[in-house]
Structures are given as structure tokens and as C-alpha cells.
Nanobody
Framework: QPQLVESGGGLVQSGGSLRLSCVASGFTSPYYAIGWYRQAPGKEREGVVCMSNSSSGITYYADSVKGRFTISRDNAKNTVYLQMNSLKPEDTAIYHC????????????????????WGPGTQVTVSS
């Protein structure tokens, strides 16, 4: 059974940094996109970043995080990371990682595609 488990969230002061991790397990076929999205209370879900698994490896970042957040992955560990720097109070949310295993769905050209698998999330709180 495919599973995604996030970790690394916590409480940090404005301007600080956190690194989130997402471990994938149980996937028996390749995925086409992997990324992060966040959900804050009373707000719509926001796609943070999507990394295509195509030959180009193109990555899409939301404007709100460009230059501050960086996605990376360690294939040997089946883990994707989200390095978050210069955090702001408005970054406070539950962060989820997602995977799209549907043929040819390479992020759909956006930082906020629909994923067909996602994890339970990890809470990030940024104090002012």
C-alpha cells in the first residue's frame, strides 16, 4: 500500500528555517510528479512546489515561496525534502507531500497539481 509520511515540522521564529522530510513507501510503479502543498485554517489549499519526474526535471514553485523554499530528493532513501528559509508567519500551515502516479501527469505545469497520494501532514508554525 503506497504511503507518504511527513516529518520535520515545528515552531520557529520569523526569519528562521526548517527542513521537512517526506518518506515514500509501498510504491510499485514510478511516479510522475512529487511535491508539497499546505493548508492553513480558514484558507484554501496552496500548492507550494511540484517537481516533475520527467527528463527535464522541471520544478514549479508558488510565487509566495520562490527564493525561500527549495525541494530536493534522495532517491536512495525514497525521501523528498523541503528546505524552508526566511520563514514568515503567513507560512504557518499543515504541510503535506503528494505524489502523482498517473501516466504523464508531470505537475500539469503548475505548483499545485492534483495528487493521487498524499500524507497526513506536518504542522509548521512561524511566530512573529
Amino acid at each position: 500500500q503506497p504511503q507518504l509520511v511527513e516529518s520535520g515540522g515545528g515552531l520557529v521564529q520569523s526569519g528562521g528555517s526548517l527542513r521537512l522530510s517526506c518518506v515514500a513507501s509501498g510504491f510499485t510503479s514510478p511516479y510522475y510528479a512529487i511535491g508539497w502543498y499546505r493548508q492553513a485554517p480558514g484558507k484554501e489549499r496552496e500548492g507550494v512546489v511540484c517537481m516533475s519526474n520527467s527528463s527535464s526535471g522541471i520544478t514549479y514553485y508558488a510565487d509566495s515561496v520562490k527564493g525561500r523554499f527549495t525541494i530536493s530528493r534522495d532517491n536512495a532513501k525514497n525521501t523528498v525534502y523541503l528546505q524552508m528559509n526566511s520563514l514568515k508567519p503567513e507560512d504557518t500551515a499543515i504541510y503535506h507531500c503528494g505524489v502523482d502516479g498517473r501516466l504523464g501527469n508531470y505537475c500539469s505545469g503548475t505548483s499545485s497539481p492534483d495528487y493521487d497520494y498524499w500524507g497526513p501532514g506536518t504542522q509548521v508554525t512561524v511566530s512573529s
